[in-house]
């Protein structure tokens, strides 16, 4: 597949359930209104969904975030 076929790819509210991205569509909202998450697409109607590509880096950077992040000593 070409990057540019990737990069028009996309995540239903379903695969980013597959992907562990389990918070509710009120988190999404607030998430993407602050500017931390990727901002959907409208579809048609009620439908909504994501650039895979951008779930993707979004979640590169979550993993970055949490190697760089020490919470606490055990």
Do not use: C, Q
């Not at 028009?8 to 602050?34: F, H, P």
């Amino acid at each position: 597949m070409t990057d540019d076929k990737a990069s028009k790819m996309l995540a239903t509210r379903d695969d980013l359930k597959r992907m562990g991205i389990k918070v509710s569509n009120v988190t999404l909202l607030r998430w993407e209104a602050r500017g931390r998450f990727p901002r959907r697409i409208r579809m048609a109607g009620t439908t909504v969904a994501w650039f895979l590509s951008e779930i993707e880096d979004w979640l590169k950077e979550r993993a970055k975030e949490r190697a760089r992040t020490h919470y606490a000593d055990y």
